[in-house]
C-alpha cells in the first residue's frame, strides 16, 4: 500500500515542469504566455506574444511581487534577491530581474529564446541566506526598449503587460 501511494505522489509531483506566465494587456486581453525552464547554470525563458505595437521594442523584466493591479504597479521594482541593484543585461552581474528586450515583428507578434546566467526557477542554498524562487513573482512588458544602462529601470517606459509566474502543468 505505502508502495501505491507513493507512486501515486511521484506521478503527480512529475506533471509540473518549469513554470509559465500568462502575459495580459491593461485590458486583460491574453497576449500570450512566458515559459521558464532551469537550464544548467541558469535559466531558458522562451515566450510567444501577439498584440503589442508592430516593429517595436520593449523591455521585459521579472518584478518582485506577483500582483498585475493599479495598471501593474503593484508588481513593483525588479526582482532583485542579492540586492545587486545594478541594471542592465543578461549578465550574470545585473539583478536577477533583468531579462532584455523583445522584438516585435510587422504583425505585433514576438516570438524569443533568451538564457539568463546566474538564476533559477527556485535557489537553494544550504543556509537559507540565498535562497529564492521567481515562481509567485510578475514579468512586466513595458512601453519601450531597455536602454540596458539607465538606472534603475532601463528607461523602458510605461508597463504594458503583466503575467504572474506559476508551475505549468506538463
Not at 507513493?6 to 502575459?23: E, K, P, R, T, Y
Amino acid at each position: 500500500m505505502k508502495a501505491i501511494v507513493l507512486g501515486l505522489f511521484l506521478v503527480a509531483s512529475s506533471s509540473f515542469a518549469a513554470s509559465h506566465a500568462v502575459i495580459k494587456n491593461r485590458d486583460g486581453k491574453v497576449l500570450g504566455e512566458i515559459n521558464f525552464m532551469d537550464k544548467d547554470k541558469g535559466l531558458m525563458v522562451k515566450g510567444k506574444l501577439k498584440g503589442l505595437d508592430k516593429s517595436s521594442t520593449h523591455a521585459f523584466h521579472i518584478h518582485e511581487n506577483g500582483k498585475c493591479e493599479d495598471n501593474f504597479k503593484s508588481a513593483g521594482s525588479h526582482f532583485d534577491p542579492y540586492h545587486i541593484k545594478k541594471h542592465g543585461s543578461l549578465m550574470e552581474t545585473s539583478h536577477a530581474g533583468d531579462l532584455g528586450n523583445i522584438k516585435v515583428n510587422k504583425d505585433g507578434a514576438s516570438v524569443f529564446e533568451k538564457y539568463k546566467r546566474g538564476i533559477k526557477e527556485t535557489e537553494k542554498s544550504a543556509d537559507k541566506k540565498k535562497a529564492y524562487t521567481i515562481i509567485g513573482k510578475s514579468v512586466i512588458i513595458h512601453a519601450k526598449a531597455d536602454d540596458l544602462k539607465s538606472q534603475p529601470s532601463g528607461a523602458a517606459g510605461e508597463r504594458i503587460a503583466c503575467g504572474i509566474i506559476s508551475y505549468k502543468k506538463s
